[in-house]
């Protein structure tokens, strides 16, 4: 029997940075319904506004029956996840017998600091309009990419929110096997932390880049390309 079915909204990032269709989501819930499966939504590294809205399920207009959130939720200062549900699932693990309810807890549970930090982080995604100035940069650094997007060197050059990924084209096997080391400490050295998954690179920026940091990022890390690909 299948329980549940597990998601990584929009995109895949430990598969690469896989990028797909919101109507894949929407395909996903609809068959979850059919079927009485719950849909867990693992929004962890998309969730916050990293793919353009505060919910990457939201871009599906679906919401699924568990998400999961940490990261961004704390802005980055203190560590802290959390587990949305829906009521009615909820409930039926809330009871005074020990036998029925879900007695989860670890020793670091609620921790009052992180929480606030969390509320602080909210409050900032209203009062900065993080979401909107986040499409501004977002188209920026698009444009200030688009050397590497039509580099012959360079295939499936990809975003989506505030995700960039594009993927070197390697040939030599003995390169290939070390472009993702090769490339993390020439970034290093350009003041960059850039860690490519195999050869495909990729860029989550926080959202507090000005225009000139947003330039000089699209630039350093065409520098750091050109650097390993001669290599």
């Known amino acids: 029997h299948i329980a549940a079915v597990i998601?990584?909204?929009?995109?895949?990032?430990?598969?690469?940075?896989?990028?797909?269709?919101?109507?894949?989501?929407?395909?996903?819930?609809?068959?979850?319904?059919?079927?009485?499966?719950?849909m867990i939504a693992d929004e962890i590294a998309v969730g916050c506004g990293r793919t353009g809205t505060f919910f990457a399920c939201e871009q599906a207009e679906i919401w699924p029956d568990f998400l999961c959130l940490s990261k961004g939720i704390s802005g980055g200062y203190l560590p802290l996840s959390l587990v949305m549900t829906r009521d009615e699932i909820y409930q039926a693990f809330y009871h005074h017998d020990m036998a029925r309810g879900f007695l989860h807890s670890h020793s670091y549970t609620g921790n009052p600091l992180a929480c606030r930090a969390a509320l602080a982080t909210l409050a900032i995604?209203?009062?900065?309009?993080?979401?909107?100035?986040?499409?501004t940069r977002a188209a920026r650094l698009t444009a200030a990419l688009a050397p590497l997007a039509?580099?012959?060197?360079?295939?499936?050059?990809?975003?989506?929110g505030m995700i960039w990924a594009f993927?070197?084209?390697?040939?030599?096997?003995?390169?290939?096997?070390?472009?993702s080391r090769r490339f993390f400490g020439a970034a290093l050295e350009h003041e960059l932390l850039l860690r490519p998954i195999g050869r495909t690179v990729y860029l989550m920026p926080p959202y507090v880049l000005d225009d000139d940091e947003i330039d000089g990022l699209a630039a350093r890390t065409h520098t750091?390309?050109?650097?390993?690909?001669?290599?």
């Open 125 to 135: 995604f209203d009062e900065d309009d993080v979401l909107n100035r986040n499409r």
């Open 150 to 160: 039509t580099d012959e060197r360079v295939r499936h050059f990809r975003q989506r």
């Open 7 to 38: 998601v990584e909204p929009l995109v895949q990032c430990a598969a690469g940075m896989a990028m797909y269709d919101p109507a894949y989501l929407a395909q996903v819930r609809a068959l979850c319904d059919r079927y009485q499966v719950h």
């Open 224 to 231: 750091v390309f050109e650097q390993v690909m001669k290599a």
């Open 167 to 179: 993927d070197a084209v390697v040939d030599d096997p003995t390169a290939a096997a070390t472009f």
